[in-house]
């Protein structure tokens, strides 16, 4: 489940900030990818849609990097189960 949820939220960041998907690592804080907070929001409710999870809002102030959201919504998922 990892590799579409990178997938997913490569492909919705590269979109929004209108950047090419190779640039995107799972390592590329949000900070360097130029993502603000109201960014951030909207590529959770993407993630949210696609997976049909929710992010708790205290999540998201601990979520510094690509691989922080992957990991996150991957638990999410794996609970549900």
Known sequence: MKPEIEQTLKQSIARQKMISIEN????SSLADLDISSLDSISLVFDIEDKF?????????K?????????EGV???IQAKK
Not at 52 to 60: F, G, H, R, T, Y
Request: net charge negative; aromatic share 0%.
């Open 74 to 76: 991957d638990a999410l």
């Open 52 to 60: 049909d999870v929710e992010v708790p809002n205290a999540e998201l």
């Open 24 to 27: 995107i690592t799972l390592d």
């Open 62 to 70: 601990r979520v510094r990097t690509i691989r922080d959201i992957v």
